[in-house]
């Protein structure tokens, strides 16, 4: 059986100008990045346009640690559109460094369902993250000049300054770290640290911003920290928003590429799930909108996580709302909810597929919370046996909603027509739009609240100590109006990794919550989640490699 990068180097891509003509989009305006990728420029999309197209949704039950396939399935489902007769484009997230030399590996979908070029996709790409690193530690420099200069310092209290520094990496060594060392002519000591860039505020503003000037205003917006006399610092206070703002200007772009039935694929931004906002940027999105007719689109990690955000962040920004939700299952996620062994979720097991459709359940209920018309999407493996999947099919139909099987990987376009026909008939015929889970005008607790009990499936939600603190700074600068982006383990519906299936009886705790105001959110941050994750104990890094001819191996 070939991996994804064998049958990505099987596929002959045609030149991005092609791709580009059949969305209408004039050669001469494309900036290309050599044969097979390009940026669009912002001109191209058409609010009327926007609303008038279909955008659909792909999300998933709570996944095991490898992922159920969102990305292969929402490829493959827009291959399946296309094929049908609809003009379809999918909108997904571009890759972080860290996961593809992590536990993941990589993120352009798999098999015959995968944009291309995979390598550049997985690896610099377009160079949009590189872009967001440097105007993230731009700022972080900025600070600590502030803080060390004689003449023009504005009075930052070192110990208050909460912006870190990124790196596209897994490195859980620099989560924590003193700047400053080694004298005077060095800088004044202070604590700080390193997020992963896809955890940055700029990947979430950036991701969130109507244009330029908007993400300029939103990066003047990005709260610094606090003076000796206690009053908030802002980025714009610091003049930096003009020039991070500047290091942006190609980033803001969505880049074009094309999959593997060359049909086109915008990719941009890439804010993780569990730590951020988890969808790609409201520009890609209405770019997609603008230039076909349905748009497949995702967000990251299980419903819980990636499409209450979605929803409740993007949604609420933007005004877009999905017209169709696809949940996206796997047996062997069902397997492991119900109790099977990590190292053996691919063999077959019934009896835990049973005890994990509770997952499944809750995550359809979720859906119908939002107002949203869903269909199932069992993404198929190999190792699954008919008996598995009929019984996944026999209870959407006990709970009301239909499973299509997606042979995507093995099959491409070919193995989604059926779940593009059911798809687009649901779209289509769905009328409604979506129901926020809460009033951006509540008071944080209830809003993190209501999130907990409704999606979930909480009792309770106790804030620590430093959360209250937080809650009461958050208040102070009329910063509580805003909506919550919670950081949460994307491994269970709760806030503890173990606690698989469906949890019942347990309370969420609130450790702290952390303030991106640029972003337009704050983040209680739950468990033991980190905005640094560390690298496995075999990191998919060893088993990448390149030979003389520069072509790579080990990259899935």
Not at 154 to 172: H, S, Y
């Amino acid at each position: 059986m070939d991996s994804d990068i064998e049958i990505a180097r099987s596929i002959s891509m045609k030149h991005i100008s092609g791709i580009a003509a059949g969305m209408g989009i004039d050669e001469n305006d494309l900036e290309l990045y050599g044969k097979y990728k390009a940026k669009i420029p912002l001109k191209y999309i058409d609010r009327e346009k926007v609303d008038k197209s279909t955008l659909i949704l792909v999300s998933a039950i709570s996944p095991t640690p490898a992922g159920e396939g969102k990305t292969t399935v929402s490829i493959g489902l827009s291959l399946g559109l296309n094929r049908i007769g609809k003009k379809s484009a999918v909108v997904l997230r571009e890759p972080s460094l860290g996961p593809v030399f992590g536990i993941k590996g990589g993120a352009a979908g798999g098999g015959y369902s995968q944009v291309l070029p995979m390598e550049d996709i997985n690896l610099h790409f377009t160079g949009d993250f590189s872009a967001i690193e440097k105007a993230n530690n731009l700022l972080a420099a900025l600070i600590d000049n502030n803080i060390q200069s004689k003449t023009r310092s504005i009075g930052i209290d070192p110990r208050t300054v909460l912006w870190k520094r990124v790196m596209d990496m897994n490195d859980r060594s620099l989560r924590n770290v003193i700047v400053g060392l080694g004298g005077t002519m060095s800088g004044v000591p202070r604590e700080g640290g390193f997020n992963i860039t896809a955890a940055s505020e700029i990947m979430a503003a950036l991701c969130l911003a109507d244009d330029l000037q908007d993400l300029k205003r939103k990066m003047g917006n990005i709260f610094v920290g606090l003076t000796y006399d206690r009053k908030p610092v802002y980025a714009r206070d610091l003049k930096a928003h003009g020039a991070m703002t500047a290091l942006l200007k190609d980033a803001i772009k969505p880049n074009l590429v094309q999959t593997t039935e060359h049909t086109p694929a915008i990719i941009h931004g890439g804010p993780f799930a569990n730590i951020a906002q988890g969808t790609n940027s409201v520009i890609a999105t209405r770019m997609g909108l603008s230039l076909s007719d349905y748009v497949v689109t995702e967000a990251g990690f299980g419903f819980d996580l990636g499409a209450e955000k979605f929803f409740d962040i993007k949604c609420g920004y933007s005004g877009l709302s999905p017209r169709a939700v696809v949940l996206v299952v796997t047996v062997r996620a069902l397997r492991y909810h119900g109790g099977a062994d990590i190292k053996s979720i691919s063999e077959p097991d019934p009896g835990a597929v049973e005890k994990g459709l509770s997952n499944l359940t809750k995550h359809v209920e979720n859906i119908a919370q939002f107002g949203i018309c869903a269909v199932v999407a069992i993404n198929r493996f190999a190792t699954d046996t008919d008996e598995e999947i009929g019984m996944i099919r026999d209870h959407c139909h006990e709970i009301g909603i239909e499973a299509i099987v997606a042979d995507v990987w093995a099959k491409g376009g070919a193995g989604a027509e059926e779940l593009a026909k059911v798809v687009s008939s649901v779209a289509d015929n769905c009328s409604s739009r979506f129901k926020p889970m809460y009033d951006w005008n509540w008071d944080i607790p209830r809003k993190v609240e209501t999130v907990a009990r409704k999606i979930y499936g909480a009792n309770a939600v106790d804030f620590t100590r430093k959360a209250r603190a937080d809650l009461a700074k958050i208040e102070k600068l009329g910063l509580d109006k805003l909506p919550v982006c919670i950081a949460k383990t994307q491994k269970s519906l709760s806030d503890n990794p173990e606690l698989l299936g469906r949890p019942k009886d347990f309370v969420v705790t609130v450790r702290e919550i952390e303030i991106a105001a640029g972003a337009g959110f704050v983040i209680p941050i739950t468990g033991d989640i980190m905005r640094m994750p560390g690298l496995p104990a075999v990191p998919a890094a060893e088993g990448i490699d390149i030979d003389d001819q520069g072509n790579i191996t080990g990259l899935i």
